[in-house]
């Protein structure tokens, strides 16, 4: 099992959270983002540089992730993909992406794209709070203590 993270737009307090659980248990965990990434040094953390573009680390993530593993990301097209694939996703507020709710998602996101590009809704998500971290920390220990 290794943890791949969408670098990206991962908040860096989440960032920490994983760079602390990777070491206290023992997991492989891969960053992956179009620019570069300062990590802890470990062998089991690593950074992968992709070329700048839309989607380049999503789709470096969904060709290499393996059934079992993690994918950290709020990117719902790329959950469905590696949940496709046999992984799992978990949000950096805490909410996992499996094969029962990860379609109803991406539906949910569609149309939530459709009403901000007609001018019906606007914005996204508020910024990431504590509560959410601590929901993140939650599920990702969860997760880690059944599945690593």
Request: proline share 7%; glycine share 8%; aromatic share 4%.
């Amino acid at each position: 099992m290794r943890i791949w993270v969408d670098a990206d737009a991962c908040p860096n307090a989440i960032k920490d959270i994983l760079f602390r659980a990777a070491q206290r248990r023992s997991v492989e965990m891969i960053l992956v983002a179009n620019t570069t990434l300062q990590v802890p040094p470990s062998p089991l953390i690593t950074a992968i540089r992709v070329d700048a573009g839309f989607n380049e680390a999503d789709n470096e993530i969904a060709a290499r992730v393996a059934p079992g593993d993690l994918v950290i990301t709020a990117d719902i097209p790329l959950a469905d993909a590696i949940v496709t694939k046999g992984a799992t996703g978990l949000n950096p507020r805490g909410e996992l992406y499996t094969e029962d709710n990860v379609k109803g998602l991406l539906r949910m996101r569609n149309l939530m794209e459709e009403l901000r590009s007609g001018g019906l809704a606007q914005g996204g998500p508020p910024p990431l709070g504590p509560k959410d971290k601590q929901a993140f920390t939650n599920q990702l220990d969860r997760y880690l203590t059944k599945h690593a």
